[in-house]
């Protein structure tokens, strides 16, 4: 059995910080590209970062140079850094991997449950 599990999440004030972490654990081979997605209500998932396991990185604009990914390919774990939160951050971060749980099988997709965000004064 493959877990994703979300840590890290919280209220916070705006212009404040948060570093959420994503653990993957269970039966892992490899795993490939890691992601950040969140949803806030009423609204639909949006992508906010992917990382490759070579640390190329991809932002969603609204979170250019405010937001950092990042990932340990040994322990299976990937990060979000969130410096200069905004209202508008606030959501359900949710962590996703493409993840093969046997060598040189296809990468099936793993989603964790999510953490909230509130950025609120």
């Known amino acids: 059995q493959v877990q994703l599990v979300e840590s890290g999440g919280g209220l916070v004030q705006p212009g404040g910080s948060l570093r959420l972490s994503c653990s993957a654990s269970?039966?892992?081979?490899?795993?490939?590209?890691m992601a950040w997605y969140r949803q806030a209500p009423g609204k639909q998932l949006e992508l906010v970062a992917t990382?490759?396991?070579?640390?190329?990185?991809n932002y969603a604009d609204s979170v250019k140079g405010r937001f950092t990914i990042s990932r340990d390919n040994a322990k299976n774990t990937a990060f979000l850094q969130m410096n200069s939160l905004k209202p508008e951050d606030t959501a359900v971060y949710h962590c996703?991997?493409?993840?093969?749980?046997?060598?040189?099988?296809?990468?099936?997709?793993?989603w964790g449950q999510g953490t909230q965000v509130t950025v609120s004064s």
């Open positions: 990382i490759t396991p070579g640390g190329t990185t």
């Open positions: 996703y991997a493409d993840l093969a749980k046997v060598a040189y099988s296809t990468y099936q997709p793993y």
């Open positions: 269970g039966s892992i081979a490899s795993i490939n590209r």
